[in-house]
């Protein structure tokens, strides 16, 4: 059965705020995001999530504790694709803001939260425990640009993260249509019954709450989180009409 979320949109921006706030099914708390140098924005709780992703993607971090955490950043380049072996006992609970911020360093580097982005928060994994995932433009690869999107869950009390790069292209299935520069393409959730991931995304096992990527002008790229890990460690599996 699916579980309603408590999910925050936030739209970093720096120098400015943008809010995009949905109708919440729980009690969500206010969370604030760091974007841009120096500005700070403060969101507002929403309600679920939507989202899917292929081969564009980094593999899946692993860490159980902060410390832990902190100890490896420094030395992971920003375009890691591998596994971050986590270190100590697994504790469950919700992902944290400082869980999200340092799994972005690992993933994207060290300045990647400096770029203007959006957040959900919500249970995306069908857990019962909040979950991070972060999207952004992403001008700095020399292969984009690229829709990239940072996915941080702690699912059986194990911290680990995986990232998606969507690029901006019409002529594939795992990528976004329209690149707009003065927006980013919006992050949302939406929650489906269980027969539609089992007869149209084809796996009754993935959680009912989708992630979703809109450019509003091709069909929305979804994820959805599946328990159980493809070949290449990724949890998160990737839909679109």
Not at 75 to 96: C, E, F, L, Y
Not at 117 to 129: A, E, N, P, R, S
Request: glycine share 10%; proline share 6%; net charge negative.
């Amino acid at each position: 059965m699916s579980k309603r979320a408590a999910c925050c949109v936030l739209y970093g921006l720096a120098g400015a705020a943008g809010l995009v706030v949905a109708p919440y099914a729980q009690a969500a708390d206010t969370t604030h995001v760091g974007t841009g140098k120096n500005s700070t924005l403060q969101g507002i709780s929403g309600s679920q999530p939507v989202s899917d992703s292929e081969n564009a993607s980094h593999g899946p971090v692993d860490e159980t504790k902060d410390a832990a955490l902190q100890s490896t950043v420094n030395g992971v380049k920003a375009d890691n694709r591998h596994n971050q072996p986590g270190s100590g006992a697994a504790q469950a609970g919700p992902v944290t803001d400082a869980d999200l911020y340092g799994q972005m360093r690992i993933q994207a580097g060290q300045y990647a939260a400096q770029n203007m982005h959006q957040i959900l928060v919500g249970d995306f994994t069908c857990d019962g425990q909040p979950d991070r995932i972060a999207g952004w433009v992403d001008h700095d690869n020399p292969d984009g640009p690229f829709f990239d999107v940072l996915f941080v869950t702690r699912n059986g009390g194990t911290l680990s993260s995986e990232m998606k790069l969507i690029p901006f292209a019409q002529d594939k299935q795992f990528a976004l249509c329209i690149a707009d520069d003065t927006a980013p393409p919006p992050m949302s959730w939406q929650q489906v019954e269980p027969d539609y991931v089992r007869d149209v995304v084809g796996n009754a096992n993935l959680c009912t709450t989708a992630v979703r990527i809109e450019d509003f002008i091709c069909d929305t790229p979804q994820f959805y989180w599946n328990n159980t890990a493809d070949k290449k460690g990724d949890h998160w599996v990737f839909y679109r009409n």
